[in-house]
């Protein structure tokens, strides 16, 4: 690796103080240690280039967001992965999901045609070329296809609906988004699809882009630099709809909820508030906080790619030690905004045994009461 790269990402200004380390939400359960890792590649730029360690990362930020001299650790990593998928060198899982959205335009291994099947009996407009919309709502691969995610989408666009939104999808035409792409190191297929899903996009008219998952928001917003259109996520246009008086909840639930901040709302780009607020109109009691929550909240372990790279350990994942949190709260609910958290809490529900007494929900199914989007299968 040059000193050019190194130079780029800011590597030469680390002083070995280790808060990125000690801040690191999977350093304690894997072999993953940033302040090292940062220090062997200077002596030692091409055994550690080779590493598997960069492959526990769930690129969070929260190293970055400690780091006092403004290293921009997660690019790093990022470069170091995109080095070894240059070579071959990924994991099995990771590379078939890379394949699957190059294939069919999203990492599930499922076919295009089967995109728009969440929608069941929701009435919901599916945007023809030169159709002109207030809002694209971009459903995203994991709540098109993810059973319990499904859940997710068909309450958002129930809102919408309600609320009189003017708005519309892109069914079958909708591709990955490509944010789990370039964290993955596959730098050319997330440029191709930055490419194409600019292009997709300039074939219709609308105002706005309405992200059901923080990843998808996170990639339009900041890394999408020829997409002229505001990017918000879900929950900052349902806190207008609420404040505006254009949607209201007419039955609040009872039950205790707390909420989970995911990474990429939270402490990629900063949206705390827009959540809360929309939680607090929904329910009855006081809303519950993690004692780690806000920018120190932990990661689920759901970006990154790691929703298709396994990492061995003897310790249990921090979506574990979340769900654990939340039950010693007293909480029936735990609350998020992101279809990876959804699905990483869910798995760590039935693995603490704790089926019978908290589930996980979408802040759209909790709005929405929709039962189905519990833990059960």
Same mark, same amino acid.
Not at 40 to 48: A, G, S, T
């Given at each position: ?6 130079e ?11 808060r ?7 350093a304690?359960?894997?072999v ?23 492959? !526990?990362?769930t ?25 070894? #998928?240059?070579r ?9 999901a890379?394949?699957s ?10 076919v ?12 919901v ?8 919309v ?12 993810d059973?319990?995610a499904?859940?997710?989408?068909? @309450? ?13 999808i892109?069914g079958?035409?909708?591709? !990955? ?8 190191g596959?730098?050319g297929?997330?440029?191709?699809l930055?490419?194409?899903?600019t ?15 923080p ?10 630099e020829g997409?002229? #259109?505001?990017?918000?996520h ?6 207008e709809?609420?404040e505006?008086?254009v949607?209201?909840v007419?039955?609040k ?6 909420f ?6 939270g ?23 993690f004692?780690?929550c806000?920018?120190r909240s ?20 921090? @979506? ?8 010693y ?8 905004s ?13 693995t ?9 929900k ?6 929405s009461?929709?039962e ?6």
């Amino acid at each position: 690796m040059s000193l050019d790269v190194l130079e780029q990402w800011d590597v030469l200004k680390c002083m070995q103080c280790g808060r990125c380390t000690g801040g690191c939400p999977v350093a304690i359960r894997t072999v993953l240690n940033i302040r090292k890792l940062i220090y062997q590649n200077l002596r030692e730029r091409k055994k550690w280039l080779q590493s598997k360690d960069i492959w !526990c990362c769930t690129t969070c930020s929260t190293c970055a967001l400690r780091c006092p001299k403004g290293v921009n650790i997660v690019d790093y990593i990022m470069s170091l992965r995109g080095y070894q #998928v240059e070579r071959g060198k990924i994991e099995p899982a990771a590379r078939d999901a890379l394949e699957s959205i190059l294939k069919h335009g999203n990492p599930w291994g499922r076919v295009r045609e089967k995109r728009t099947e969440w929608i069941r009996d929701e009435k919901v407009k599916i945007l023809s070329e030169g159709d002109s919309v207030d809002t694209l709502l971009f459903v995203g691969c994991t709540p098109a296809y993810d059973p319990k995610a499904q859940y997710s989408a068909r @309450a958002l666009v129930r809102i919408l609906n309600e609320a009189g939104i003017d708005y519309g999808i892109l069914g079958t035409m909708e591709t !990955c988004c490509g944010n789990e792409v370039k964290r993955m190191g596959e730098e050319g297929l997330f440029e191709m699809l930055v490419e194409e899903n600019t292009e997709l996009f300039n074939k219709y008219s609308f105002k706005r882009i309405v992200t059901i998952s923080p990843h998808c928001y996170n990639t339009f917003k900041n890394e999408y630099e020829g997409l002229q #259109v505001e990017v918000i996520h879900y929950t900052q246009l349902l806190r207008e709809l609420m404040e505006s008086g254009v949607f209201k909840v007419d039955e609040k639930i009872s039950k205790s909820v707390i909420f989970h901040d995911p990474c990429f709302l939270g402490k990629q780009n900063g949206i705390y508030d827009d959540p809360r607020i929309v939680i607090n109109n929904a329910i009855s009691g006081e809303l519950i906080e993690f004692d780690r929550c806000r920018e120190r909240s932990m990661c689920c372990e759901g970006g990154g790619g790691r929703m298709w790279i396994e990492v061995e350990s003897d310790m249990p994942r921090t @979506a574990e030690e979340r769900v654990k949190d939340a039950d010693y709260s007293k909480a029936e609910i735990i609350a998020t905004s992101c279809p990876f958290c959804l699905l990483t809490l869910s798995d760590a529900i039935k693995t603490a045994g704790l089926e019978d007494k908290i589930s996980v929900k979408d802040i759209c199914s909790i709005i929405s009461d929709e039962e189905e989007g519990s833990t059960e299968e």
